[in-house]
């Protein structure tokens, strides 16, 4: 079991809970998936498949991280393709009851983290990844973010990018900073931007 430096990618479906919850079973069983396959299909960086959770997707990718520029461009696609897969969706079954709560409730939000030491397990057709970084990774889900759909990167890998290049990068939004403590893993420091821009810009030519 060897231990690889791994970045850590973890687009999320926000309001999957409220979705199940008040929306009828037939309607969620097809569009949840369907909306997981997207953000699979979306995958232009090479990124692997760790685990397909109820409402979210774990990809890395270990060895050399990608370059700022696709980094960013990657995560741009997964949040504007979610959006378009889900306004056809919404199209396709609008006549359906519960409908009308698909663009209401559902919404992205993505997870960036970078791990030293992270091992690759192979467990049936999957890889498990094992190490503190992974823990880290699920851990920045339950943030104190205000808004449900932002991009999140933990400064554990902005530290492996130039900050400003960044900002310049992400320029439809503010840049935040923010922490959480967790207990046996201390101080978390990342910082977010709002996503929720994009839908109305010209996102794919940033």
Not at 6 to 28: H, V, W
Not at 92 to 117: F, V
Request: aromatic share 8%.
């Amino acid at each position: 079991m060897k231990a690889e430096p791994t970045l850590i990618c973890i687009p999320d479906i926000s309001g999957f809970t409220q979705f199940m919850r008040e929306a009828n079973f037939e309607l969620t069983s097809q569009i949840i998936p369907a909306l997981l396959n997207e953000i699979i299909y979306s995958n232009t960086i090479d990124l692997k498949v760790s685990e397909i959770e109820g409402d979210a997707v774990l990809f890395f990718r270990s060895g050399e991280l990608p370059n700022l520029n696709d980094l960013i461009d990657q995560c741009i696609r997964f949040y504007l393709d979610f959006y378009e897969r889900m306004d056809l969706l919404y199209k396709k079954h609008k006549k359906t009851e519960d409908a009308a709560s698909i663009p209401e409730i559902l919404g992205l939000k993505i997870i960036l983290h970078y791990g030293e030491e992270i091992a690759m397990v192979p467990i049936g057709n999957r890889i498990k990844l094992m190490g503190e970084d992974v823990i880290t990774a699920h851990r920045l889900l339950k943030n104190t973010i205000k808004t449900d759909e932002y991009l999140l990167i933990s400064d554990q890998l902005l530290k492996n990018y130039n900050k400003q290049e960044f900002i310049e990068k992400c320029n439809w939004s503010a840049l935040r900073n923010e922490a959480i403590d967790v207990e046996h893993l201390g101080t978390i420091k990342y910082h977010y931007i709002d996503l929720l821009p994009l839908k109305d810009s010209n996102a794919r030519n940033l």
